[in-house]
Structure formats: structure tokens, C-alpha cells
């Protein structure tokens, strides 16, 4: 079954740290992929995504994630990170042609230190 | 308001009743999913609403969930004689029309669910 890995499960950073978050997926085919943001108290946004076209993808709040396709990877970028970016992010696929289900990974918690 | 909206956002309950929780998608939405929320098992796929086609139910984890979607707009889940391992927060999502899969979804705040 198709499943989506996030390595990180708790970060804690520094104002103005970088942020690198892992994501991998295991399918063979193609996928779309994405990025959610859960901040406190707050519903699932959409922080970016990635159908087809420049591996490089830009998302708000100067967020960017790089899909490797021989690694199935998409990692989520951020060169300096804020408070205000403590929040729970999700990594997401979902299987090209089919129902457009979400698969999620089990996030990643970033709590940024003032 | 222009996003999802949900209702109850929180529901308890005893065990063996049943529940209904409600979902309205954004205006125009074609597609609505139910994604379950709970600690132990992340964020989980429950089912999906497409126009009139038929939904697809392979999320759904037992014969007591049941969902539809009337007119299709407004959707409903329930589940039946509720049990202790229901305890999550329902969540629900839209998305426009579109080729399969690329369609963001907007998400609702969800609906938390204690069963006691």
C-alpha cells in the first residue's frame, strides 16, 4: 500500500535556524504532492504543492520543497524560520488518476524558541 | 463564510450511541472527503464524494460508518453505537473540479468526538 514517511516527528529551533523536513513516499507511479500547515488552534492549509514542472516549488510564508523523483522525496524548506512558524506540518500524496484521497504522513511538530 | 464549515466542533458521548456529524463544503466544491484525525494512527482517509458518482467508502473502518451527501452539497457521517477507539477529531474537505488528485483540498476545523 502506498504510504508517506515525515523522519522528523518533534524539531525544535531558534528564531532565524533553518528548517529542513523530510518526507518520502512509497509509490511507483505518479503522484502529486503536498505540503499542510496546522497552526495552534487553527484548521489544515495548504502550504504548497507540486503536480508537474520545476522540481522547485514555492509555497507562503517563504516556504519552498524540492520533489526528487529518484529518491521520492519531498522535503520542506525554510532558510529562517519565526515564532510564528511553530505549528504541525503534514506531508501529503496523493496517486495521479485516482480519487484525489490524501495520504498524510504522521507530521512533524516545529516548535520555534523565540 | 467562504470556507468548510462543520458541526458539532465538539460532540461527546456515550458509548453505544450513535453519532451524526456535518459537514457543508465551500460553494461550488464538486469533491468533499472525511479524514479522521487521532493519536495513534495520524490522519486517515474515511471517504469521498464526487458529483453523483458513487463515493468511495475503502477508508472507512467498520460497518458502522456511514456517510452522504445530499443534493450534493451538504454531507453527513455517521457512525453507530459508538465505541471507545472512535475518539478523534472528523475532519472534512473540498476541493473544485479537476483532473484527479491535483485539486487542493480546504480543510474544516473539524469535529472533535469523545466517546466516553
Known amino acids: 500500500a502506498q504510504s508517506v514517511s515525515q523522519h522528523n516527528h518533534h524539531v525544535i529551533l531558534s528564531e532565524a535556524a533553518s528548517l529542513e523536513l523530510g518526507c518520502n513516499y512509497s509509490?511507483?507511479?505518479?503522484?502529486?504532492l503536498f505540503w499542510y500547515v496546522q497552526y495552534p488552534g487553527q484548521h489544515l492549509q495548504l502550504l504548497l504543492k507540486y503536480f508537474s514542472g520545476d522540481p522547485l516549488v514555492k509555497g507562503i510564508k517563504g516556504f519552498e520543497a524540492e520533489f526528487i523523483k529518484s529518491k521520492f522525496s519531498f522535503n520542506l524548506r525554510k532558510p529562517s524560520v519565526q515564532w510564528s512558524d511553530t505549528a504541525e506540518y503534514f506531508c501529503a500524496v496523493t496517486i495521479s488518476g485516482n480519487t484525489g484521497k490524501l495520504i498524510f504522513g504522521q507530521g512533524t511538530t516545529l516548535q520555534v524558541k523565540p | 463564510g467562504a470556507g468548510v464549515s462543520q458541526s458539532p466542533s465538539n460532540k461527546v458521548t456515550e458509548k453505544g450511541k450513535d453519532v451524526e456529524l456535518r459537514c457543508d463544503p465551500i460553494s461550488g466544491h464538486t469533491a468533499l472527503y472525511w479524514y479522521r484525525q487521532s493519536l495513534g494512527q495520524g490522519l486517515e482517509f474515511l471517504i469521498y464524494f464526487q458529483g453523483n458518482s458513487a463515493p468511495d467508502k475503502s477508508g472507512l473502518p467498520s460497518d458502522r460508518f456511514s456517510a452522504e451527501r445530499t443534493g450534493g452539497s451538504v454531507s453527513t457521517l455517521t457512525i453507530q453505537r459508538t465505541q471507545q477507539e472512535d475518539s478523534a477529531v472528523y475532519l472534512c474537505a473540498s476541493s473544485g473540479q479537476g483532473a484527479y488528485g491535483n485539486q487542493p483540498q480546504h480543510f474544516g476545523d473539524g469535529t472533535r468526538l469523545s466517546i466516553l
Open positions: 509509490y511507483g507511479g505518479t503522484v502529486n
